[in-house]
């Protein structure tokens, strides 16, 4: 970035993450009406892409990012291969935790994607603690939890975000708040209509940002990343968004207002990043074709290789165990 001007290459790159997010969970979508395809609930985040590309684009390889059940964009935005992310939802032995995880405990260490969990309030603390042993061994790295509207209301995420601040820990809390916490809308389950307003609480600070533009949520998680990693203490986002669909694929949302869901489909966080690379001549529209098309081959690779892995053996659900 110079001059409050996104680099191309970036700004590329963001729509780019963004198309093999939104493809990858449109086949889950497909993938969940078929019997026996994938099991348990499919828990997505059509339409939220750009937090997870803007917020990750901005952090370094040896950040640690710690997600919820809503997590498949937050693991490819980070660089999971999406072969071994795919298979690890179809529960098979090449994913990567060896088909025991599924799609709502999805863990990458590779790319440093240490925890998932879908506890909602849960991961605050686990992030907390993940910085405790970043700053406890002097490194230079950042933690960042991403947790929704919902799970803001829970006790934990509170006293996380006291410790956090208490012990100045590098810990960028990133709420996604997606007006809904499974079928209960935000004015039913908040006493505020800006999670931010509670950064003040705990002498952190706290922006507000369109979760439907990339580049807007990139710029401002690079200036929020920093104040974490120069030693002050935590930060709090709020990505403002819409949940497009149900709380998972077996919830069919009917208790969601149908004018409020068409105007946040013209907020596409995809497709306005795109009509605004185009204008700029960052993209043509024929590299915005190719680009579909790399992704969704892609995820087409994915789903076959999920296709042809092994389930795992029997004996294997006794391995990678720890007994005390």
Known sequence: MQNGVLNPEIRRELYAGMVLIRKFEERLIELAKEKARVV?????????????AGVVKALEP????????????HLLAKGA?????????????TGYSKGKAGTLHLVVPEVNAIMTSTIVGAPPPLAVGAAFAQQYRGLPNITVVFFGDGAAAEGSVHEAMNMAALWKLPVLFVCENNV????????????????????AAYNMPGEAVDGNDAEAVFALSVRMANHCRSGRGPALIEANTY???GHGEHDHGHYMDKAVLEQWAGRCPV??????????????ADQC??????????VNDAVA??????FPAPKAALEDLWAM
């Open 81 to 93: 291969d999406p072969k071994r992310l795919m298979a690890e939802i179809m529960t098979k032995a």
């Open 289 to 298: 074709e190719a680009i579909d098309a790399e992704m969704t081959a892609v």
């Open 243 to 245: 949940r497009m669909r």
């Open 305 to 310: 290789f999920g296709d042809e892995s092994p």
């Open 271 to 284: 497709r306005r990043l795109q009509e605004r690379l185009i204008a700029e001549g960052i993209l043509s």
């Open 40 to 52: 348990g609930m499919q828990i997505l985040a059509v339409g939220q892409e750009a937090v997870a």
């Open 180 to 199: 809904w916490a499974g079928a209960q809308c935000l004015a039913e389950h908040s006493c505020i209509e800006h999670i931010v307003q509670r950064a």
């Open 62 to 73: 040896e950040d640690v990012i710690v997600t919820n059940h809503r997590s498949h964009g």
